[in-house]
């Protein structure tokens, strides 16, 4: 006999897959038990009262039955719908991208509730209207931290001295800066983005980092570096990272 | 359902196998449609293999609204009697059945395929979008209608599209939302609670 077994958990909605005539596959982020890829059903069905409560990008609580093989949502309530993310396409793609990595840097059943708290924060910071792009390398850099990635931007990693104000390299497979001598081939990282990383890096909360007024062409060197080295860690592209860099030519182009 | 440790002649496992891989077919599922298939007379089941092979190689996309269609055009953009200057976007050829089941419609269809969503893998250049866009620039019309779901994914794809026909100088809009007829109150979102109110209509 298997015990049948309910619990409770609040969430946040990563991503969703259509199943058989009116269900869906829901993969959720927990608190307390990290990524779980669950099941609704019905919730197609456009009277269904649980559809609404389990959009994508939703932090809501769930009420949950143990199953076989996916635990079954039986109630849903949205406690933040993000409204002003949703009502806007930039910060929306934001949100995708915050939930992509997510998605990817974790593994089912994994614990993780710094992780968590970072990106209920994330995606809060982009409803109350705060940059997006610096919120995206806030967030990064928090996701890393939480991830055991954290980059080292104090010292070379090759030789261990602590780095000068000047030109120095980026070096994805070591995780960290290498000073000009250590340097070789990797990607230069100027002066002003090592200092706004280390800034974010250490900011205690978001408070300060919205203080700092990043000009478009640092704030682009900054995304690419991250990129490199994300892109190294996951060995592939994020999707929504592709999407971003099309609303912009959309934007510049006009 | 592992059968390759039960004695089941090797054709009929291999059906088995091939339902199951259908959405909404589990293994029970699978094994009763073959058993049934094993007991219909040949000429039914002719029919069926015939059936399915031909809705693979008989069928193709509308070269103007990408709906399914047996020839280049669809019936619905080779109609006389259909209004050539509004076009309803639709994220599947399902949806293009359930609009015209109301009879209401009398404009053309535009059907993407999918929906923007980047965790899923698809991304605007994978969609219909561009050929839409290239379709109303040739033939100015004087609506389009975002008919996407109403919902994350749905919206993303009406806003990037917004996006993409605002400089066209075309009018656009969205269907309705809110309250599902039959539906009851007490059971429906705050989202969908303030769009209803948002989009009420005036009685007198």
Known sequence: MTRFHVYHTEAVILRRLDLGEADRVIVIFTPGRGKVETIAKGVRRITSRRAGHLEPLTRARLLLAQGRQLDVITQAEALDLFPNLRADLGRTAAGFYLAELVDRFTEPQQPNPGLYRHLVEGLKLLDLGQDPDLVRRYFELRLLDAAGFRPELHRCLECGRELEPTANYFSPASGGVLCPDCGGRNRPVSVAALKVLRFIQSAPAYDQVARLRVRPGLMRELELLLRDYLRFLLERDLKSAAFLDGLRQLSAGG | ?204
């Open chain 2, 1 to 204: 359902m592992d059968l390759s440790t039960v004695p089941v002649a090797e054709p009929v496992s291999r059906l088995i196998a091939e339902l199951e891989k259908l959405p909404g077919i589990g293994p029970k599922t699978a094994q009763r449609l073959t058993y049934y298939i094993l007991r219909q007379p040949e000429v039914e089941v002719r029919s069926l293999a015939q059936a399915l092979l031909d809705v693979k190689t008989r069928v193709r996309f509308c070269a103007e609204c990408f709906n399914i269609s047996e020839d280049d055009l669809c019936p619905i953009c080779r109609s006389p009697d259909r209004d050539r200057a509004v076009i309803c976007v639709m994220e599947e050829p399902l949806h293009v059945l359930a609009l015209e089941r109301t009879g209401k419609y009398r404009g053309l269809y535009h059907v993407l395929h999918g929906v923007i969503s980047p965790l899923n893998g698809v991304l605007p250049e994978n969609l219909k979008i561009a050929e839409l866009i290239e379709r109303v620039q040739r033939h100015p019309v004087r609506e389009v209608i975002l008919a996407t779901n109403p919902n994350l994914e749905g919206d993303t794809t009406a806003s990037y599209i917004f996006k993409l026909l605002a400089p066209l100088g075309v009018k656009v809009s969205r269907l309705a939302r809110g309250l599902p007829s039959g539906g009851e109150l007490d059971y429906a979102d705050e989202r969908t609670m303030v769009e209803a109110l948002d989009g009420r209509r005036p009685l007198n």
